[in-house]
């Protein structure tokens, strides 16, 4: 895929570490809103924190394809060894469900930083290690933000209580992620690690349209295959948002009726039976940009 790449980093906006019961606090909307996308240049880094926010308001797998795309490295940039990029990477696999990695990066994000003391990562430390059952290590970090002038007190009460953080609005979903049999991160890939967290808590949604987008924006149709063949129908996936019922379509060109098969709408099937019949008579396709068909043709070049 030929795209024109910005490569300035810029800081994380938006989300900061604050004094009082909410230590870790992002406007969501806001990052949203103020992305710029001209249709041509993208920065991979203000990508990733783009599909960060649509998945942290559930509209990932909806509303993905509405912004020029570049590939796998928009949705995870890779990791460069700066702050600034180690910072959303963490973000990025904790909102995906993926607890240790994003506590490694979190770390590495501390290391590689010029403040060893930066409150949003240290808050982050917490919060996974307390995801983890680490208590002692995440009562090292508060003890870090206390001494600081932090106020941890939402915190301190989960430190050495399995059933509190369990219970936990925020981090009892990402405690149900942790894989409970022996599971050495990222050995077998990232999609195979996100199956892991699928079937061991089906209800977390981040992870379903992480992995799904994952494979739409890989153009990897095998295993976009793959994936509605296992979830589809079941509590991870009753029905499909739109950037998959799109690629669905697709999949009905190898088997005739698979879009009735997965509950794809009749008018969604029209659409794109419109789509290829422009393709093939060179008719405008403006239409059709913000759908999953548009952005694999333009991948592939056509």
Request: aromatic share 12%; hydrophobic share 40%.
């Amino acid at each position: 895929m030929k795209f024109f790449v910005i490569a300035v980093l810029a800081i994380l906006p938006c989300v900061t570490a604050c004094k009082g019961n909410k230590s870790v606090e992002t406007d969501w909307q806001k990052v949203i809103a103020s992305y710029k996308d001209d249709g041509k240049a993208v920065n991979y880094h203000e990508l990733a924190k783009l599909n960060l926010a649509l998945a942290e308001t559930g509209r990932l797998a909806e509303d993905v394809f509405k912004y020029t795309q570049a590939g796998s490295a928009g949705l995870i940039p890779e990791w460069n060894r700066t702050n600034e990029v180690g910072t959303v990477l963490g973000d990025v696999y904790w909102s995906m469900g993926h607890v240790a990695y994003a506590q490694r990066m979190y770390f590495e994000a501390l290391v590689v930083g010029e403040n060893e003391r930066d409150p949003y990562l240290l808050t982050r430390l917490v919060q996974t290690n307390l995801v983890l059952g680490a208590y002692r290590v995440a009562e090292k970090y508060i003890s870090i933000l206390e001494n600081d002038g932090f106020d941890c007190s939402r915190y301190k009460p989960l430190l050495y209580d399995d059933s509190a953080v369990d219970s936990d609005p925020e981090l009892g979903p990402k405690r149900r992620c942790v894989p409970i049999k022996d599971h050495i991160s990222l050995e077998e890939g990232l999609e195979e690690d996100l199956k892991v967290i699928i079937r061991q808590n089906p209800s977390y949604r981040n992870a379903v349209d992480y992995l799904g987008v994952l494979y739409l924006l890989e153009c990897n149709m095998d295993g976009f295959r793959g994936f509605l063949d296992e979830f589809y129908g079941t509590e991870a996936l009753p029905k499909l948002p739109k950037a998959f019922a799109e690629a669905a379509c697709m999949l009905s060109q190898l088997e005739s009726g698979y879009w009735k098969k997965v509950g794809v709408d009749k008018r969604m099937w029209n659409d794109y039976r419109d789509f290829k019949t422009r393709i093939e008579t060179r008719l405008s396709l403006d239409k059709y940009k913000g759908t999953f068909w548009y952005y694999i043709l333009r991948a592939n070049n056509q």
